[in-house]
C-alpha cells in the first residue's frame, strides 16, 4: 500500500494505483476523458491535469502512479487554467451543436465545460468541418466533428476485444476516428464504444433524435436476451423502451459492457409479433373473458380429471416473483405437481458447482466444454480476455467443433458428435489416452482454479462434472451457458427445472394423459430438446392456454392466449447464470390489454373458483445466501451415462452439430434484422468447396428421410469436415426435430421452395 | 574564445577523406581499429566507463549523458536493442545527414562498439525516409561490413555476434521523438508512448532498448582510440568534446561544421563565412526550429549546453539558423508554427488544437489582419501548450514563437498597427502548406 495525500487528505492505495483512482476514491473528482479503467492511462487528452509537490509541470493524474509521500492539488490557479486551457482547445473545432446533439444532457464536454470551463470563447477562426453521421456499423453512427480524440474506442476495439475494426486516420489537427479500410465494424462488441465515447461523437443509430434527457425515464435493468444478464440501464420514452446502455457494477468489478445482441434488441418489446390481443379459440376476446373462461374450463377439467391432469410449463424468462406466482397457481390452485420448465438443452447442472464470474476473473484454466462463449454469451468471452489480461488463463476446449478463437486462444479438443461427456469421462478416467489428451487431462486436474463453461447439451457431462470436481485440489466451478434467460430465477421460485420434469408433463401430454397445458411464456416446439415430442403433446392435449408476449406456433393448438408484460414494463429480480440475484426496474409500459403476471394469474385463479393470495410473503433475496441462489449439496452424485449409441451416418451424409448462437436466438427484432446473418448454417471450407458454395455463401438444403428444409450456409473453419453446424432455435431448420444421432444429406439449394420457409 | 579548432575531422572525416564511405578506404585510414581493440579487450562495462568519462551528451536535442543512458539498462539477463535514431528531420538540423552520406561505417563501428558495450545482439537503425542517399550508402556499406566479417556471426572472429537492420520511415517530424520512432518501427502509427516505462526497460516489441543519435554513436570509435582526455580537451567540464553544428540562413557558407563546444554563435557564423555580406545578425536560433531565438546582443554566447540555457534558449540537434535584418519575424514564426501543426501527431489535445489556432492567429497577424488582443491571445494559448503537451513537441511549437515575442514584439505590434508587413515581406506560398 503507498499513502500518499490528496487535497490535505490521506489515502492509502494499492501501489501502482493512478492517481486519478486514488482520488476518486476520496470522493475528489478528477475529469477525464481518455482514461479508462478498463483501457487504462493513455494521456492524450490532458483534461486531468494536477498540481504535484515538487513537480515543475502540471501532471496528468491518469498516467501517473502515486508513490510514497505524494502530495497532489486537483485545484488551485495553475490546475484550473490548464483544465480551462485544454477545455478551450477541445471547443475551437466542435460545432457546438448541443440543441440536436442526441448526448445533450449526458455528455461530459458539455459538464466539464460547465465546471471547469473559462464560460467564454476566445477563438475568431474557422472551424475544421468534417464528417457527420458516418455510419461505422449497422448501429454506430460516428460525427468527427464532436470527437475529442480520446481513443476509448479504438483502444476497447482493438485492446479489449480483440477486433481492430476502428483506427485513428489523418495526422495533426486533421486526425479523426475511422473504420479500418472503411469497411464497417462488424464485432458484436462495437455497441459498446457508444457508451465509452464521453462525448457526442459516437451514436446509437436506431435512438438518433429519439429524445433529449428531460423526455426520458433511465432506469436500471439487467439485459434480458441471454443468461449472463448484464447489467444496463433502459431508457424509456412514451411508454417504449428505445435504448439500453451498460452499467458498470464497480463492487462486482464489471465495467458494465453488453454485446449488440442484447444492446440492439430491447425493440421486442413493441415488435410486430408482439401479442396485443386476448384470444379465446382462435377469435379475439377481452381479456376479462378469456379470464373467466379459462378459470371455468380448468375448474372443470380438475373437476372431471383430477388435478393431475392439468401440466404447467414456464419458459423461464419472465421475473422470478412472477415465475413464484405462477408456482403457486399450479400447485395451491390448480394442486397439479405436473410443473416445469422448458430448456433447449437436456443437462441438469448439480447446483452445488454453480460458479461466479468472480471465480472466471480469478481462474487459473477454463474449459470450454461444448461451447463457444463468443457465440452464446458473448459478454462471458470479454469477461474470459479480462481474466487474461491480468493473469494466465489455460484455455481449453472440447466439443464437436473447435470452440476457441483467434481473441480467445487455446487447445481445442474436437470429438465425434454427441460424445463430449464419454470423453470427459475418458479423460478422468486415465486409461489409454494419447499426449495430447493427457495433456489435457493434466491440465483439467492440476490448474489452481477451474472455471468450466458448460453448454449442458450433453446430459452426461453432470455426472463427468461433479466427478471433475471431487477429484480436483481446486476449487471448481461450473457456469452454465444455456438459457432461457432467468431459469435460475424459476429455480429460485420453486419450479422444477430439471429435463425429466418437462419431458414428463410432455409425454404424459403425448400420450393423452393430459386435459389441459398451461405455459407461460414457453414455446416447447421451438425450444425443447425433443421438439417432436413437444409438436405431438400440443396436438394430443385438449386444450393449451398460452400466457406470453409471443406465441407459439401452431397457433391454432392454442385454445387461449392471454398476452403478458415483459421485461422492461414490470420491476422484478432475475437470476443469472451464476444464479445471482438482481432486480430490473421497468421504464416502459405493457402494450394494450398485455399484463403482468401476478394479476393475471390470481385473476386466473378467482375465475378457477380458488382465490390465491399472493401476499409479500415471498422475497427472492431471502435466502441465506444473499444476493445468489441456494446452492444445496448434491444429494445424489449423478448418474454415470450410459455409452452413446454410435451414430447411424451413411455414406454421403453429414453429422448434423448444434449449439447456441445468440445473434439467431435473441428475440425478434427489427433493428437487429439489420444485421441478421443471412447465412446462419456453417460447414468446412473443404465441404463447402466441394458443395460449390458461393464464397459469401449460399442456399443449401439440409434434408433428413422426408424432410427438407432450406437455409443459408458459408464456411467456417471451425467446423470438422463431414459436419454441418445448425445453430439452436433457427427457424428455418428446427434442428431440435431432426433425429442427431442420424446423419443429414446437405446439398445446394438455389432458392427457398415453397412450404418450406420458416415455420 | 573556444577551443582552437581541432586539427582535423572526426565525425565528417569524408571532408578529409575521400572515398571513406567505401570500406578499404575506411579501413586505410584507421576505420575499425576502435571495434577490434574493444572486442579484444572484451571488457563492455569499461567501454561504458569510458563513454562516461568523456561526458559525450546525446547529440539529438535532450544532450542527456550516453553513459548514464546507457547504465539505466535493467541488469536482469533479457537481450538488449539499439536504436539508432537517424529520423533526422529538425528544420534547421541536416549534420546526421552528411555524416551517414559520407561516413557511414563509422556510424556501424560505433553502433557495434556500442552494442558490445550494452549487449545487444541486435540493432536498428531508422532512418528518414526522404534520405535515400544515406539509405543506400548506409546499407551498401552494412553489406561490405557484413562480406568482410565485420557484422553477422562472430563479429571479426570473436564470440559477439551482431546484425544490423536499417529501417526507413515515411515522413513524420515526430518519430524523431524516441517512442514515436520504437511505435513507427514497430509498424504502428507513430505516436508518442507513455512513460514510464521508459524504452531502457520496454522498448522496442517491449525489449530493453537504448535509443541514440546518428552524432552520438559516430563519437564512439575515436573515443575508443583516443581516450576520455582527448575528448576533454575541447568544450566545457559539463559540455565537452565536438559538435556538428549545421549553420543555415542568412551566412556565406551554410552547411555543416564539426566545432568544440565552447565556441561562441559569433565565432560559429564566423566559421561559415560570416553573415551574408553587407547584412547584419538579427536572430539566431541555435538549436533548430523549436529552440527560442536569440537576438544579435546575445552573440558571444557559447554553445555549450548549460550557456545556452542561460541565455534561454537550447542547444537541441545544434541547428544554427541565422537571420538578417530582412527577415519578417512574424513571417518566420508563423512559418514554423505551421510546421509543427503540420507535425503534430494529433494524440494529444493542446498541441493538435493549440498549434492550429496560433497557425491561424499568426496568419491573421502576417496578413495585416491582427488585432493587438492577439498578442495576448498567442501568448496564453501558448502557455496552454507548453508542458501541457503529451511529449516534447508542444514545447518546441512554442519555443520560437514566444521568444520572438519578447525579443521583437514590436514588430508583431507594427503588423497589427500598420495592417502590414514593415519589412515588406510577401506573405509567405501557402500552396505547399
Redesign the interface.
Known amino acids: 500500500m503507498t499513502q500518499l495525500t490528496i487535497d490535505g487528505r490521506t489515502i492509502s492505495v494499492p501501489e501502482g494505483t493512478m492517481v486519478v483512482d486514488a482520488a476518486a476514491k476520496l470522493g475528489i473528482d478528477i475529469p477525464i476523458y481518455c482514461y479508462h479503467q478498463s483501457l487504462g492511462p493513455l494521456g492524450a487528452c490532458r483534461i486531468c491535469l494536477v498540481e504535484i509537490e515538487k513537480m515543475p509541470k502540471l501532471q496528468t493524474a491518469c498516467t501517473t502512479a502515486v508513490r510514497e509521500g505524494m502530495v497532489v492539488r486537483t485545484g488551485g490557479p495553475a490546475v484550473e487554467k490548464g483544465r480551462q486551457g485544454i477545455l478551450e482547445f477541445l471547443l475551437i473545432n466542435h460545432p457546438l451543436d448541443c440543441p440536436v446533439c442526441d448526448k445533450g444532457g449526458e455528455c461530459f464536454l458539455q459538464d466539464y465545460s460547465f465546471w471547469y470551463g473559462a464560460g467564454k470563447n476566445r477563438f475568431e477562426e474557422s472551424k475544421i468541418q468534417r464528417r457527420k453521421d458516418y455510419p461505422v456499423s449497422s448501429y454506430i453512427l460516428l460525427d468527427q466533428e464532436r470527437c475529442v480524440l480520446c481513443q476509448r474506442c479504438i483502444r476497447f476495439m482493438g485492446e479489449y476485444v480483440g477486433e481492430e475494426q476502428l483506427m485513428l486516420e489523418g495526422r495533426g489537427v486533421h486526425t479523426v476516428v475511422s473504420t479500418v479500410e472503411g469497411q464497417p465494424a462488424t464485432s458484436p462488441y462495437a455497441g459498446n464504444v457508444i457508451d465509452l465515447c464521453p462525448v457526442g461523437a459516437l451514436l446509437s443509430e436506431p435512438y438518433h433524435f429519439k429524445a433529449r434527457p428531460w423526455n426520458i425515464e433511465r432506469e436500471e435493468t439487467l439485459c434480458s436476451v441471454c443468461p449472463v444478464g448484464c447489467a444496463s440501464l433502459v431508457t424509456g420514452r412514451d411508454g417504449r423502451a428505445v435504448r439500453l446502455e451498460g452499467r458498470p457494477q464497480p463492487e462486482l468489478n464489471d465495467y458494465g459492457f453488453l454485446c449488440d445482441h442484447g444492446r440492439f434488441t430491447y425493440d421486442y418489446t413493441y415488435h410486430p409479433r408482439r401479442l396485443t390481443a386476448a384470444e379465446l379459440d382462435g377469435a379475439p376476446q377481452s381479456p376479462s373473458a378469456v379470464i373467466a373462461a379459462v378459470g371455468e374450463r380448468l375448474a372443470r377439467a380438475v373437476a372431471e380429471a383430477g388435478p393431475e391432469s392439468v401440466g404447467v410449463l414456464t419458459g423461464g424468462t419472465h421475473t422470478v416473483e412472477e415465475e413464484w406466482a405462477l408456482a403457486r397457481f399450479a400447485q395451491d390452485v390448480v394442486g397439479t405437481s405436473r410443473l416445469g420448465l422448458v430448456k433447449p438443452v437436456a443437462g441438469d447442472l448439480p447446483l452445488a458447482l454453480l460458479g461466479t464470474f468472480g471465480d472466471l476473473a480469478a481462474a487459473t484454466g477454463v474449459l470450454l466444454l461444448g461451447v463457444d462463449p463468443y457465440e452464446a454469451v458473448p459478454v462471458v468471452h470479454l469477461k474470459l480476455r479480462e481474466a487474461r489480461r491480468a493473469h494466465p488463463v489455460a484455455v481449453w476446449g472440447l466439443g464437436d467443433r473447435t470452440l476457441t478463437r483467434a481473441t480467445l486462444p487455446g487447445d481445442d479438443y474436437v470429438v465425434e458428435p454427441g460424445r463430449v461427456a464419454a470423453a470427459l469421462g475418458a479423460v478422468l478416467g486415465g486409461g489409454d489416452l494419447d499426449e495430447r489428451w493427457q495433456a489435457l487431462a493434466e491440465g483439467l486436474l492440476t490448474t489452481e482454479r477451474l472455471v468450466v463453461l458448460w453448454d449442458g447439451a450433453d446430459p452426461g457431462a453432470a455426472a463427468a462434472l461433479a466427478q471433475l470436481a471431487a477429484r480436483r485440489a481446486g476449487p471448481t466451478a461450473v457456469l452454465p451457458t444455456h438459457g432461457p434467460r432467468n431459469w435460475l430465477g424459476a429455480v429460485r421460485a420453486g419450479i422444477p427445472a430439471d429435463d425429466a420434469a418437462a419431458r414428463g408433463i410432455l409425454e404424459d401430454a403425448a400420450e393423452g394423459r393430459l386435459s389441459a397445458l398451461i405455459l407461460l411464456g414457453a414455446d416447447p416446439i421451438r425450444d425443447f430438446p425433443d421438439g417432436d415430442l413437444a409438436a405431438r403433446a400440443l396436438e394430443r392435449v385438449p386444450s393449451v392456454y398460452f400466457m406470453g408476449a409471443f406465441a407459439p406456433e401452431p397457433r391454432h393448438a392454442l385454445a387461449a392466449i392471454l398476452p403478458t408484460a415483459v421485461w422492461a414494463e414490470v420491476t422484478g429480480t432475475y437470476a443469472n447464470m451464476e444464479g445471482r440475484l438482481q432486480v430490473a426496474h421497468g421504464a416502459a409500459a405493457a402494450p394494450g390489454p398485455a399484463r403482468p403476471v401476478r394479476p393475471l394469474v390470481t385473476a386466473l385463479a378467482r375465475a378457477f373458483g380458488r382465490p390465491l393470495r399472493l401476499g409479500d410473503d415471498f422475497d427472492p433475496f431471502a435466502d441465506q445466501d444473499g444476493d445468489r441462489i441456494a446452492r444445496p449439496p448434491a444429494s445424489q452424485v449423478p448418474e454415470d451415462p450410459a455409452a452413446p449409441a454410435p451414430l447411424r451416418i451413411r455414406e454421403g451424409e453429414w453429422a448434423l452439430i448444434t449449439g447456441e448462437v445468440v445473434a439467431v436466438s435473441h428475440p425478434p427484432s427489427e433493428i437487429a434484422e439489420r444485421s441478421r446473418d443471412r447465412f446462419p448454417l456453417r460447414l468446412n471450407p473443404a465441404d463447402a468447396d466441394r458443395l460449390g458454395l458461393r464464397p459469401e455463401g449460399g442456399l443449401v438444403e439440409v434434408s433428413q428421410a422426408e424432410r427438407r428444409f432450406v437455409a443459408g450456409a458459408r464456411r467456417d473453419a471451425r467446423i470438422p469436415e463431414g459436419r454441418v453446424f445448425v445453430p439452436r432455435g433457427l427457424p428455418e431448420v428446427p434442428v431440435n426435430r431432426l433425429d442427431r444421432g442420424a446423419g443429414v444429406r446437405v446439398a445446394l439449394a438455389d432458392r427457398v421452395p415453397e412450404g418450406v420457409a420458416a415455420q | 574564445m573556444g577551443s582552437p579548432r581541432p586539427d582535423r575531422h572526426y565525425l565528417l572525416r569524408q571532408r578529409d577523406v575521400s572515398g571513406i564511405h567505401q570500406l578499404a578506404v575506411y579501413r586505410e585510414h584507421g576505420g575499425y581499429q576502435a571495434l577490434q581493440q574493444a572486442l579484444e579487450a572484451n571488457q563492455p562495462d569499461q567501454l561504458v566507463e569510458l563513454t562516461k568519462a568523456s561526458g559525450l551528451r546525446g547529440r539529438g536535442g535532450a544532450g542527456f549523458p550516453t553513459g548514464m543512458k546507457w547504465s539505466f539498462l535493467p541488469k536482469d539477463g533479457r537481450a538488449r536493442v539499439l536504436v539508432v535514431n537517424a529520423d533526422e528531420g529538425e528544420p534547421g538540423t541536416f549534420k546526421d545527414r552528411e555524416l551517414m552520406e559520407g561516413n557511414p561505417h563509422q556510424l556501424i563501428e560505433g553502433m557495434i562498439i556500442t552494442c558490445f558495450a550494452i549487449g545487444a545482439p541486435e540493432s536498428y537503425v531508422y532512418i528518414r525516409g526522404e534520405f535515400l542517399h544515406g539509405y543506400e550508402r548506409l546499407t551498401a556499406a552494412i553489406r561490405e561490413a557484413e562480406e568482410a566479417g565485420i557484422l553477422g556471426e562472430r563479429v571479426m572472429g570473436t564470440d559477439f555476434s551482431h546484425r544490423m537492420f536499417v529501417y526507413r520511415g515515411a515522413g513524420?517530424y515526430i518519430c524523431g521523438e524516441e517512442t514515436a520512432l520504437l511505435e513507427s518501427l514497430e509498424g504502428k502509427?507513430g505516436?508518442p508512448r507513455?512513460k514510464p516505462p521508459f524504452p531502457a526497460v520496454a522498448g522496442l516489441y517491449g525489449r530493453p532498448t537504448v535509443v541514440n543519435n546518428v552524432e552520438t554513436i559516430m563519437n564512439l570509435p575515436p573515443l575508443v582510440l583516443e581516450g576520455a582526455d582527448w575528448y576533454r580537451q575541447w568544450g566545457t567540464e559539463k559540455s565537452p568534446g565536438l559538435k556538428v553544428m549545421s549553420v543555415s540562413g542568412h551566412v556565406n557558407r551554410p552547411g555543416n561544421y564539426e566545432v568544440p563546444l565552447d565556441w561562441t554563435l559569433a565565432e560559429l557564423i564566423e566559421a561559415a563565412g560570416g553573415v551574408r555580406t553587407g547584412h547584419q545578425v538579427k536572430a539566431v536560433i541555435p538549436g533548430g526550429s523549436s529552440m527560442p531565438c536569440m537576438p544579435a546582443s546575445q552573440l558571444d554566447t557559447p554553445i555549450d549546453y548549460e550557456s545556452l540555457v542561460q541565455a534561454g534558449s537550447m542547444l537541441g540537434s545544434g541547428g544554427c539558423i541565422v537571420m538578417d535584418e530582412t527577415t519578417c519575424m512574424v513571417r518566420a514564426v508563423a512559418r514554423v508554427v505551421r510546421f509543427y501543426?503540420?507535425?503534430?501527431?494529433?494524440?494529444?489535445?493542446?498541441c493538435?488544437?493549440?498549434?492550429?489556432?496560433l497557425t491561424?492567429?499568426l496568419d491573421?497577424l502576417e496578413r495585416g489582419d491582427g488585432e493587438m488582443s492577439d498578442l495576448d491571445?498567442l501568448l496564453?494559448?501558448s502557455?496552454?501548450?507548453n508542458?501541457?503537451?503529451?511529449c516534447a513537441l508542444g514545447d518546441a511549437a512554442v519555443g520560437f514563437l514566444v521568444s520572438a515575442l519578447k525579443h521583437f514584439r514590436e514588430e508583431f505590434v507594427e503588423h497589427i498597427t500598420g495592417q502590414r508587413c514593415p519589412l515588406g515581406a510577401r506573405q509567405y506560398d501557402t500552396v505547399n502548406h
Open positions: 513524420a502509427r505516436n507513455s501543426r503540420n507535425e503534430s501527431c494529433g494524440k494529444c489535445t493542446p493538435r488544437e493549440g498549434t492550429f489556432w491561424d492567429i491573421r491571445t496564453d494559448v502557455d496552454n501548450i508542458g501541457k503537451a503529451f
